[in-house]
């Protein structure tokens, strides 16, 4: 069975361009999350999904956006991109939204220059 | 690999001794306490999670301890292995009512030496 999977792994992007990532959770998941590492910290919770609908946001500004399809995978959208945006962008899945639980992907290694 | 964290304090441990990571959290709420290990380049991977109703679990070669009163968490490592090398994260789980999120520490390398 495969894990979590993100893509893509790494990108480059500049200053001002909007950008998608994406994240196949693992099968029969019904939970999707989104988190930013920073390098040098812990990674900081953007947005929880579950069963499609938004349970949760962190504190991150409205550039930032989601959604869950109805397979379950999701999107991570960001707009008007800043270089403070650089960073490691992970998804966990989970069955239920526990994060007991949850996998992470290995995450989309986002560039901002 | 790319590395998770350039300036992250560090541990470091003769192969075969025990480890031993602090955390401190913030949030009384926190309904219970995960360990994570992060290797260069991958996401991070459960270790051992704990309820804030209890003050210690063990798993296979880690033991989490929790006091509440001082907001301290600690993961213990026995016999140490290089393969343990990796940044190590607590994280608190807390329920918003709709949401389960996670907040992380800021970590700590473990740099196991033979």
């Known amino acids: 069975d495969a894990g979590v999977t993100q893509s893509p792994t790494h990108l480059i992007k500049t200053r001002g361009q909007h950008v998608t990532l994406r994240c196949s959770p693992i099968?029969?998941?019904?939970?999707v999350s989104w988190y930013q590492q920073v390098l040098g910290q812990g990674p900081q919770f953007i947005f929880q999904y579950y069963e499609k609908e938004e349970r949760g946001r962190g504190n991150f500004p409205d550039r930032f956006s989601a959604r869950q399809f109805p397979n379950y995978s999701s999107e991570l959208n960001v707009n008007a991109l800043l270089l403070g945006d650089s960073a490691l962008y992970l998804c966990?899945?989970?069955?239920?939204?526990?994060?007991?639980?949850?996998?992470f992907g290995q995450g989309t290694r986002l560039t901002v220059v | 690999g790319e590395s998770v964290g350039l300036h992250l304090p560090t541990l470091s441990v003769q192969e075969g001794d025990n480890s031993i990571i602090n955390c401190a959290y913030s949030?009384?709420?926190?309904?219970?306490f995960i360990w994570y290990k992060q290797e260069s380049g991958k996401g991070p991977q459960f270790i051992i999670d704990i309820r804030s109703n209890m003050d210690k679990r063990q798993g296979q070669r880690v033991t989490v301890l929790l006091n509440k009163t001082v907001k301290h968490l600690s993961l213990q490592i026995a016999a140490t292995q290089p393969g343990d090398s990796a940044v190590y994260f607590c994280?608190?789980?807390?329920?918003?009512?709709?949401?389960?999120?996670?907040?992380f520490g800021t970590g700590t390398r473990l740099q196991v030496t033979l």
């Open positions: 994280a608190e789980n807390i329920n918003t009512g709709t949401a389960s999120k996670l907040t």
């Open positions: 099968s029969g998941h019904k939970s």
């Open positions: 966990a899945s989970s069955l239920r939204g526990m994060n007991t639980e949850a996998f």
């Open positions: 949030n009384s709420a926190s309904d219970y």
